[in-house]
């Protein structure tokens, strides 16, 4: 049977991670599987950290505390918890509970022989106008770019084989990672899907994903990046 690593990265979350990590301790254990939970402090400046230190890791079962400073980005936290994952498959979702953990069941049975990659589909986005806008923006830029992969591309709420890490080179530290891994698995022939999955609205703290900064980083590590895919591919034609 398949093991798990559940990755969640969390940037300032004070109000939302006992919640979350209890929310998929809960879940895990219900799976039937090993499994460990890596919960990634980006750098956070509130107590994030502090808090999983003391009241999570003494009490949650398979827990695990990553933590690196300073602040790297989504894209840097959620190597990190790659790096330390244990397990056969990965997944990972947000600290800030706009997922139903409970639905990994729905990815994990989307998960056959033959598929790389699942992910989730936020096809009710709970999400303000600006935040979908630039998603839909986003969505079709990369298209464009590298073809179809999935509908949702930046939905926090995946799950993957660990080998096909062996297969792809992760650069992004920022808001482009989701798109680096699927573009890249895409090019080499590896079969992604998706499934649609319960979104909920931000009841605390404050996203980061609309901040003019990451935006414009994402746009400058998409266009770097599909340089270099191309040229990744070139030479592994070239080797093979």
Same mark, same amino acid.
């Given at each position: 049977m398949s093991s798990?690593?559940?990755v969640?990265?969390?940037?300032n979350?004070?109000?939302n991670?006992?919640a979350?990590?209890?929310e =998929?301790s809960? =879940?895990a254990?219900?799976?039937?599987?090993?499994?460990?939970i890596?919960?990634?402090n980006?750098?956070?400046?509130?107590?994030?950290g502090?808090i999983?230190?003391?009241a999570l890791?003494p009490?949650?079962?398979?827990?695990?505390?990553?933590?690196?400073?300073p602040?790297?980005?989504?894209g840097?936290?959620?190597?990190a918890g790659? +790096?330390?994952?244990?397990?056969d498959?990965i997944?990972f979702?947000?600290?800030?509970?706009q997922?139903?953990?409970?639905?990994?069941?729905l990815l994990l049975?989307k998960l /056959?022989p033959?598929? +790389?990659? =699942?992910?989730g589909?936020? =096809? /009710?986005?709970?999400?303000?106008?600006?935040r979908r806008?630039?998603?839909r923006?986003w969505?079709?830029v990369v298209?464009?770019?590298f073809?179809?992969?999935?509908h949702?591309?930046?939905?926090?709420?995946k799950?993957f084989?660990?080998?096909?890490?062996?297969?792809?080179?992760i650069?992004s530290?920022?808001?482009m990672?989701d798109?680096?891994?699927? +573009?890249?698995?895409?090019a080499?022939?590896?079969k992604?899907?998706?499934?649609p999955?319960?979104?909920?609205?931000?009841?605390a703290?404050?996203p980061?994903?609309a901040?003019l /900064?990451?935006i414009?980083r994402a746009f400058?590590?998409l266009?770097k990046?599909r340089l270099?895919?191309?040229?990744?591919?070139?030479?592994? /034609?070239?080797t +093979?």
């Amino acid at each position: 049977m398949s093991s798990l690593s559940i990755v969640i990265p969390a940037y300032n979350e004070e109000a939302n991670i006992v919640a979350a990590v209890e929310e =998929v301790s809960h =879940v895990a254990q219900t799976l039937g599987m090993d499994y460990e939970i890596l919960l990634v402090n980006d750098g956070s400046r509130d107590r994030t950290g502090e808090i999983a230190r003391t009241a999570l890791t003494p009490r949650i079962p398979h827990f695990r505390l990553v933590e690196h400073f300073p602040n790297r980005g989504y894209g840097g936290a959620l190597k990190a918890g790659f +790096a330390a994952a244990t397990k056969d498959l990965i997944a990972f979702t947000a600290a800030d509970k706009q997922f139903k953990f409970s639905e990994i069941t729905l990815l994990l049975d989307k998960l /056959k022989p033959e598929v +790389a990659l =699942v992910s989730g589909w936020r =096809v /009710k986005r709970q999400d303000n106008f600006i935040r979908r806008l630039n998603g839909r923006g986003w969505n079709m830029v990369v298209l464009l770019l590298f073809g179809r992969t999935i509908h949702d591309i930046d939905c926090g709420f995946k799950l993957f084989r660990r080998n096909i890490l062996n297969h792809i080179h992760i650069e992004s530290d920022g808001a482009m990672i989701d798109t680096e891994m699927l +573009a890249a698995l895409h090019a080499r022939g590896f079969k992604l899907t998706d499934i649609p999955v319960t979104h909920l609205p931000r009841t605390a703290g404050s996203p980061t994903g609309a901040n003019l /900064k990451v935006i414009v980083r994402a746009f400058r590590d998409l266009f770097k990046f599909r340089l270099r895919l191309w040229r990744e591919l070139r030479q592994e /034609k070239r080797t +093979a």
